[in-house]
């Protein structure tokens, strides 16, 4: 299934099938209870459960959902930084799944994350010139001679004087070390970006700031990003299209403005209502019913049918595919199913 932009190009990053499992640890009264002899089964958690993602060049994609719903590993997923359990993971086509293979090293630096705090992702004991000017110089992209000149050229790109290249990440403030952060991905000329809730720590006035840098980047520098935020304003400011995700699962896919303007899922719908608003209108705030079920034990069918206003008995039977409800629209509900 093609969600990205531009049907007949291929995909810059596709996800086909992608699942990621996790098994909980069992504790000390399960290991006792296992070695007397008493029946135990794993605590597994499908935190990615067979998702279909196509994200095309110079595209925006923004990725929203409660918290818990899978998004920064998925995020991690396509960066690499985390294996499938199962399915394919491909760059332009060539299939990159296992993170080990010589395809997919070739390709690794291509693929960079930005994290949310951008403090603790930032190593205290280095200075900005050896964390910005280190991966490049590793991988052999510029000399250690090249090291002070290129970055400086990174720190004036994310706006940052050059002259604070030899201080410690504790001597700035929060929206400058989100820079810095910025300004190391940057450095080893990544051609996709996942930024996982990177905005999300700072203050909204440095939010804004750093939200239109992220813009200014993709322009210049032709960027493709997969944008992780639980903030629908910044997902809507900033994306071409957006994915929501329910519990592992993708639930719907849209361009930005159509989706924003009539979603198609019940979950979607039940998120922008959840919105705040600065237009003076009076409305009747309904929250989402229940609370996200543990993903260690999802509801059978579609995840989110106890928590569904518009829930059939098929909801609970029979897990709905992502299907293309619209050109360029997709939706996993079977109300759409019903009434086609």
Known sequence: MQTGEGRGAVPLLELRRASRVFEKRSDVIARIARSAGAPSRAQVVRAVDAVDLAIAPREIVGLVGESGCGKSTLGRMCAGLLALSGGERRWRGEDVTDT???????????????FQDPYAS???????????????????????????????LQLNRVGLEPMLMRRFPHQFSGGQRARIGIARALAVQPQFLV??????????????????????????????YLFISHDLAVVEHISHRVVVMYLGRVVESAKTEELFAAPAHPYTRALLAERGSVEPVKRTFVPIRGEIPSPLSPPSGCHFHPRCPSAMPVCSELAPPLVEIAPGRHAACHLHRAMS
Do not use: K, W
């Open 100 to 114: 080990r293979s010589r395809a997919a090293r070739a390709v690794q630096l291509s693929m960079q994350m930005i």
């Open 195 to 224: 930024c996982d809730e990177s905005v999300a720590a700072l203050d909204v006035s440095v939010q804004a700031q750093v939200l239109n840098l992220f813009m200014d980047l993709s322009a210049s520098l032709e960027l493709t």
């Open 122 to 152: 930032l190593n205290p004991r280095m200075r900005v010139l050896d964390i910005v000017g280190e991966a490049p110089v590793v991988h052999r992209m510029i000399s250690p001679a090249q090291r002070v000149e290129y970055v400086a």
